[in-house]
Nanobody, 117 residues
Framework: VQLQASGGGLVQAGDSLRLSCEAS????????MGWFRQAPGKERELVAS????????YHADSVKGRFTISRDNAKNTVYLQMNSLKPEDTAVYYC???????????WGQGTQVTVSS
């Protein structure tokens, strides 16, 4: 499984970005997909996740109401819509995939998101 993340960039506070994670796999049935981020000097944190079969999502409290994870089954792509961006959202964002009940096994390359105040 290969994951290709894209969509990062430099924006101003209050702007929006949409990250995409295109996955190469015949099916993601039974998988969960996640978006993580890591800011300089901080640990990597889970931002949002989605269970492929059920569509059930999770969003961290720090992004709830601003970020939305979604998927396009036909394109095997997971998105992270980020609205009302804040400087504290600045980080490298990673997408990941793993079978439900297991750790995330597959990781994409990071995409940098920088939010200026």
């Amino acid at each position: 499984v290969q994951l290709q993340a894209s969509g990062g960039g430099l924006v101003q506070a209050g702007d929006s970005l949409r990250l995409s994670c295109e996955a190469s796999a015949r099916t993601f049935s039974g998988y969960r997909m996640g978006w993580f981020r890591q800011a300089p000097g901080k640990e990597r944190e889970l931002v949002a996740s989605l269970r492929w079969n059920s569509g059930i999502t999770y969003h961290a409290d720090s992004v709830k109401g601003r970020f939305t994870i979604s998927r396009d089954n036909a394109k095997n792509t997971v998105y992270l819509q980020m609205n009302s961006l804040k400087p504290e959202d600045t980080a490298v964002y990673y997408c990941a995939a793993g079978r439900e009940g297991e750790t995330y096994q597959y990781w994409g390359q990071g995409t940098q998101v920088t939010v200026s105040s």
